[in-house]
């Protein structure tokens, strides 16, 4: 399989974890075969990544169950699909916290987001902030039937809560492209990739169902 198609899997998979999970481009039975402490890391995930797509492309599409752990989602963030990150948004970690709850640290950059705002009018807290403040960002993946959606519980940048409307155009804003003008909306339902049929967080691994 070539890189894009992967890489493409990987950030409509993993993605799902981003930015409230987000940002957003959507991310028999038996669980992925234990291999040796010699197998390059690297390796290993990327097998399992296409072991995925492998069997979403069958139909019917065999049920699977894949896992992957909180270090694997990480590494995935900060390096297959770390292109693919907004302009603004820099050095993403996740923690699986299980329940379906999920919480990201990111660097965001303040002024690129007061910059690029639609409307100049009160940025509220982030009045206060200048250039690039780590944000904390807490939210659940619900999931089931093939369908995802994020329900953003709480923002903080530089440990300051931010009003629910004020952190959802923070990340739009930082989402927002040519194709795609006013943004992301995190909270939108979207469709789970290679017949997923649902994403289950557990405590430091993510649970992948077909």
């Given at each position: 399989?070539?890189?894009?198609?992967?890489?493409?899997?990987?950030?409509?998979?993993?993605?799902?974890?981003?930015?409230?999970?987000?940002?957003?481009?959507?991310?028999?039975?038996?669980?992925?075969?234990?291999?040796?402490?010699?197998?390059?890391?690297?390796?290993?995930?990327?097998?399992?990544?296409?072991?995925?797509?492998?069997?979403?492309?069958?139909?019917?599409?065999?049920?699977?169950?894949?896992?992957?752990?909180?270090?694997?989602?990480?590494?995935?963030?900060?390096?297959?699909?770390?292109?693919?990150?907004?302009?603004?948004?820099?050095?993403?970690?996740?923690?699986?916290?299980?329940?379906?709850?999920?919480?990201?640290?990111?660097?965001?950059?303040?002024?690129?987001?007061?910059?690029?705002?639609?409307?100049?009018?009160?940025?509220?807290?982030?009045?206060?902030?200048?250039?690039?403040?780590?944000?904390?960002?807490?939210?659940?993946?619900?999931?089931?039937?093939?369908?995802?959606?994020?329900?953003?519980?709480?923002?903080?940048?530089?440990?300051?809560p931010l009003p629910p409307a004020l952190a959802l155009e923070l990340l739009s804003t930082h989402t927002k492209t040519r194709r795609r003008p006013e943004g992301v909306d995190i909270q939108k339902p979207f469709d789970l990739p290679a017949k997923i049929r649902q994403l289950q967080i557990h405590p430091a691994e993510l649970?992948?169902?077909?």
């Amino acid at each position: 399989m070539n890189r894009r198609p992967r890489l493409r899997i990987y950030g409509k998979i993993f993605g799902a974890a981003l930015l409230g999970g987000a940002l957003a481009w959507n991310l028999g039975c038996s669980g992925v075969e234990t291999k040796p402490a010699s197998v390059d890391p690297r390796e290993r995930l990327k097998e399992k990544v296409e072991k995925v797509i492998a069997n979403g492309e069958l139909d019917p599409a065999p049920a699977q169950t894949t896992r992957f752990s909180e270090a694997e989602l990480n590494s995935i963030l900060n390096s297959e699909i770390a292109a693919w990150i907004p302009q603004g948004i820099r050095e993403p970690q996740v923690r699986l916290l299980g329940n379906d709850r999920f919480s990201l640290r990111v660097i965001v950059d303040i002024d690129e987001f007061k910059r690029r705002r639609k409307r100049q009018r009160s940025s509220g807290p982030l009045n206060f902030f200048t250039g690039k403040m780590p944000a904390l960002v807490r939210g659940d993946l619900i999931s089931g039937d093939g369908k995802g959606q994020f329900k953003l519980q709480s923002t903080e940048v530089n440990g300051i809560p931010l009003p629910p409307a004020l952190a959802l155009e923070l990340l739009s804003t930082h989402t927002k492209t040519r194709r795609r003008p006013e943004g992301v909306d995190i909270q939108k339902p979207f469709d789970l990739p290679a017949k997923i049929r649902q994403l289950q967080i557990h405590p430091a691994e993510l649970v992948v169902i077909q």
